[in-house]
């Protein structure tokens, strides 16, 4: 599918030739934390699901939209009904970490493609015969890693600090950081770790205080992600403060103020698309989103909701590929959906350009990551 169509379906209906089919139907489960502690991320991700187009071509697609509340095991039972009971084709979803990696045995064995909007690596790799049925739209955490640790060294950064959620996403942020460490030159001096809902990590912080160095790495999604910036600014701490792209979204400047200028972090070009160079294709991609979901609710998206909306993008390329090998609703389709969508090539996203291989089911190069910093309360590039 030409990238023009791709971009024209989510506004109009466009014209695909399928010989075989007239306006077969697709079942799309969606799945997004809308309430609880991760709604920060789930609430975008639940409008941009609103979205996305009910006609691709001859497809008419139906979306059973549902909210597991930030709660892991309600995306189990959640994504279950969706495969037993709706019998869906793809899945997109959920929004959190350890809600993804929990579902990764369920839709293998249903072969069921699942299109997650999390940022671990571990979902995708290393791959294998489960991991096959998982596509990530975000940007995988080495990538960004490799940005944020580039920047220390640059800057003279010897040893570092490091605090994350106590779940799947800081330890996989830990270890993707560890493994790098050495060959920047950066010695590991603190490991901490605090739990999303904790409104407190002041021993924690001291600890950190205490070990003096030169940056601190916060790993964390969302707006948990503030809370040890916020304590490590009203101890005075000099040193630079680091973020994951979980951190990427305004109310991160909202809800910090003052405690998280400085903030140097890789994270989406959807958070400044005027300092985006006119030929990035996916420049264009972003701000058609922007716009749009503006005038639906009122308020630019999280960059979180980017990454549905490229779920999206990446099911208009792949659907009608898929549906000139089976009928939609059987096995065979979503075994022909699975390899369209592993044979995505230079598709522009909100965040990125996907190339997807048997291997990599992520597809972001460095064209995927801005390295972005806080100044004045906004976000700045990094050049």
Sequence with gaps: MKLKQIACVFGVVV?????????????????????????????????????????????????????????????????????TEEKVDAIIGPSGTPHALA???????????????????????????????????TQNDGLVADKLLQHMQDNGVKTLGFIGTADAYGETWYGVMTERLEQYGIRLVANERFKRPDTSVTGQVLKLMSANPDAVLVAAPGGPAVLPQASLYERNYAGTVYQTHGAAMND????????????????????????????????????????????????????????????????????????????????????????????????PGTQGIYNMTPDDHSGFDERGVELLTVKNGQWERVH
């Design 15 to 83: 014209g695909v030739g399928l010989s075989t089919l007239s306006w077969a139907q697709v079942k799309i489960g969606t799945i997004a934390s809308s309430t609880g502690v991760v709604s920060a991320i789930g609430i975008p991700q639940r409008n941009t699901a609103m979205m996305l187009p009910e006609k691709i071509g001859d497809l008419s697609i139906q979306y059973i939209h549902l909210d597991d509340a930030s709660e892991p095991n309600n995306t189990v039972t959640s994504v279950r009904k969706l495969i």
């Design 103 to 137: 579902l990764i045995d369920l839709v293998s064995e249903a072969q069921t493609p699942l299109l997650a909007p999390v940022g671990s690596i571990s979902l995708v790799l290393p791959m294998d015969e489960k991991k096959k049925w998982v596509f990530k739209t």
């Design 252 to 347: 991160f400047l909202r809800l910090g103020g003052k405690a998280v200028e400085g903030t140097i972090l890789g994270g989406s070009l959807m958070l400044v698309p005027e300092q985006i160079e006119d030929d990035n294709p996916s420049k264009a991609i972003a701000q058609d989103y922007m716009q749009r979901y503006n005038e639906k609710y009122g308020h630019m998206p999280a960059t979180f909701g980017g990454n549905v909306y490229d779920a999206g993008l990446l099911l208009v390329a792949a659907l009608p590929v898929a549906a000139e090998q089976a009928q939609p609703g059987t096995e065979a389709f979503r075994q022909a959906l699975r390899t369209a969508l592993e044979n995505i090539k230079e598709l």
